[in-house]
């Protein structure tokens, strides 16, 4: 028996042949589709909340966080929803997918809850951020904001599984 026979063989980086292979990836498409949905839902939300005023912030909107829905949630729901559509909830990549799912998800809610700490101990800074709609966005998610996040991301991780 040679010795080069029991040898393991060395794993080999995956072959990225062009950009065209990242693009058609199927979990990035869904998280960035729902990204996307989010966003342009937040700029919907902003009409109809501040009216034709909020014109001025459509940009900002676009590419900010902060605000209903959640974008955070909505695109990391949708990765790891896809994830668990390809892989199956007993593979290994979804368990982490999901684990990061929580942290970040968490991280996101408990944000909100420490500007309301703050804003009950300082009550100018609760007045300078409620006369301020930007500032108000930039303090984390309420619940609804996240779980709205979470319906898009699921609906963008089925979405582009089924239809790709």
Known sequence: MSGSANMTSIPTMPN???FKDIAMNTLII???TAWIVAQTTKVLCGFIRYGLQDRSRVMWRILWAGGMPSSHSAFITAAVFTIFLTYGAESSIFG???IMSCIIIYDICKMHTIYSTFQNKYPALKEEV???P???DLVGHRL???L???MIGLG???ATFVYL
Request: hydrophobic share 55%; net charge neutral; glycine share 8%.
């Open 16 to 18: 990225i042949t062009s």
């Open 30 to 32: 869904a998280a960035v």
């Open 96 to 98: 982490f997918a999901l």
């Open 130 to 132: 409620q006369n301020n």
């Open 134 to 136: 930007v500032l108000k």
């Open 144 to 146: 609804p904001e996240v």
């Open 148 to 150: 709205a996040g979470i």
């Open 156 to 158: 963008s991780g089925l």
